[in-house]
C-alpha cells in the first residue's frame, strides 16, 4: 500500500506536470502571437503604401502587371483571382513568344507559357530539370501527401508503375463492360428518366462527379461507395475532399506562404478547416485499406487485381503512403472526367448540328455499346477533345526548376523558378488552330479518308495539346478517361436532351480549384428522347 505521504508527492508531480503544460502552452502561443505582430507590423505598412500607389498609379497601356517592390504583382493578381485562369491566359497570348514572366511576393518569379516549344522543352527534353518542386508539394503535402500527384523522382516512378497494370488492354475492356456500363443503366440513366418525368432541374455536375467517383473507387480500389443513388445522399466525404480541395488552393493566393502557416499554425480560419476536411478523406481512406487488407487475407490473390490490391501486394505497408495514392487517385478520377463532360454537354446544347452527328454515331451502335464500338466512336471523340481544348479539366500546370536553364524560345529560367504551361491559353492560340479558335468545331480533329470516305481522327501532338500532360508524365488514364466520356455521351443521347437553365445572354463561369469546375453547378432539364431512328 502507498503510504500517505507517496499519495502527495505523486498528486505534487502530477499538479506540477500539469502546470508546467499549461506553462509551455501559453508560451507557444505567445510566440505566435508575437511572430504575428512582428509579421503585420512590417507587412501591414508596406502594404498600405502599395495600396495607396496601386490606386493611384495611372493605367498604362499595357496588359501586363505593374511590378512593386516587396509586392511584386501581387495586388494585380489579387484583383483578378475570380478569373486568374483567363487573365494568365490572356497575358500569355498577348506576348509574341507566349511566353511571360510575372514576380509575385518577395522577388519570387513566375514563368508561364503556352509555347508548345517551351512545353515540350520542360515536360520531355528537360524533364529532369523540372519537378513538382518544395513550393508545390508543401502547399498540397497535407491534402495530397507524397501521391503520384504530388511527389517526384522515386516515389513518383514507383506509384506509375504499380499503377500502369490498370491501364492496359484487358483492364479498360472490364471497365468499360462492367463498371461503367452498369454505374450507366443500373444508376445514372434512372435518374435521369425520374428527372424527365418530373420536370424538375438538376445539378449535371454533381450528378457526373457522383458518377465519377464511384467508377474511380470501384476500378482502383475494388469498392462501392454508392454515391450515385436515386436519393442523391450527402455523402460527407465528397463534402470533405470538396472543402479539402477549395482551401487547398486558397493557399496559392496567399500573399506569401507565410501567411497560411501562421493560420495553420493558429488553426485558424481556412487552415482550420481544411484541417477538418482532410481527416475526414484520410480517416474515409484509412477504413478503405483496412477492409482491403482484410479482403487480401482472406481471398485468394487473383481475385484482388484492383490497385490498392496491387500497392498492398508490393510490400507497402506505410499506411500513410498508401492512403495518400488513395486520396490522390480518387482526386484525379473524380474531378477530371466529370469537369470535362459537364463543358461538353455545355457545348453541345448550343451546337446542335454536332449533337446531331452524334447522334447519328450512336445510332450506328448496340443499346449498350461493347469496348470496341465505343472505342470506335470517332465524331464524338474528335468532339470531346475540342470541347478539352477549349475547357480543360486542369487549365495551368505548374513545375520547378532545379538548376538554371533558358528555354528554347530564350526566356532565363533561373534556379528554383516556377514554370507553369497553360493548356487553357494553348486551346487558343490562333496559329495553330486558326482564326476560329474561339468556336466549338470538332470537324478540327477529323478528315476523310479511304474509298468509303469514313471519318479519321487526326490528333495533335501532346506539347501542342498537353491536355493529359505529355513526356514521361504523361496521364496513365488518357484512354480510361475517354472510354468513360464516350461510354456516358452515348448513354445519355440516345435517350435524353439535355437542356441547361441559364437566364438569357449569361453564360457559365470557368474557375480553377486545383482542376476546373462550372462555377454554381450546371442547372439542366432532362428531355426524354424519341427513338433514334424515327428522326436521325
Known sequence: MKTHSENRTISIDSHQLILLSLKFSVIKMEFLLFSVSLALSILLPLLFLALAIFKNSQPTSSKFPRSYPIFGSFLT???NKERYV???????????????????????????????????????????????????????????????????????????????????TNSLRKFVENVVNSELSDRLIPILKKTASERTVLDFQDILQRFAFDNICKIAFGYDPKYLLPSLPEAELALAFENAVRHSRERFNSFAPLHWKIKRALNIGSEKQLKIAVKQVRDFAKELIRGKKHELQTEKPLESVDLLSRVMSSGHSDEDFVVDIVINFILAGRDTTSAALTWFFWLLSSHPEVENQILKEIEENADEPSYDEVKDMIYTHAALCESMRLYPPVPSDTK???????????????????????????????????????????????????????WSFVGRDSYTYPVFQAGPRICLGKDMAFLQMKTVVAGVLRQFKVVPVVEEGKQPVYISELLAKMKGGFPVRIEERAELGSKY
Open 400 to 454: 520547378s526548376a532545379v538548376s538554371d536553364d533558358v528555354l528554347p524560345d530564350g526566356t532565363v529560367v533561373k534556379k528554383g523558378m516556377r514554370v507553369a504551361y497553360h493548356p487553357y491559353a494553348m486551346g487558343r492560340v490562333e496559329k495553330v488552330w486558326g482564326a476560329d479558335q474561339a468556336e466549338f468545331r470538332p470537324m478540327r480533329w477529323l478528315e476523310r479518308k479511304g474509298d468509303n470516305g469514313k
Open 77 to 79: 493578381l489579387l484583383k
Open 86 to 168: 483567363q487573365w494568365t491566359s490572356d497575358l500569355a497570348l498577348a506576348t509574341p513568344n507566349l511566353t511571360y514572366t510575372m514576380q509575385s511576393a518577395f522577388e519570387r518569379k513566375l514563368v508561364v507559357t503556352a509555347n508548345a516549344a517551351n512545353v515540350k522543352h520542360i515536360l520531355k527534353s528537360n524533364f529532369q530539370n523540372y519537378n513538382k518542386g518544395p513550393f508545390f508539394r508543401e502547399t498540397l503535402r497535407d491534402l495530397l501527401g507524397d501521391g503520384i500527384i504530388n511527389a517526384d523522382g522515386e516515389t513518383w516512378m514507383f506509384q506509375r508503375q504499380v499503377s500502369s497494370h490498370e491501364f492496359n
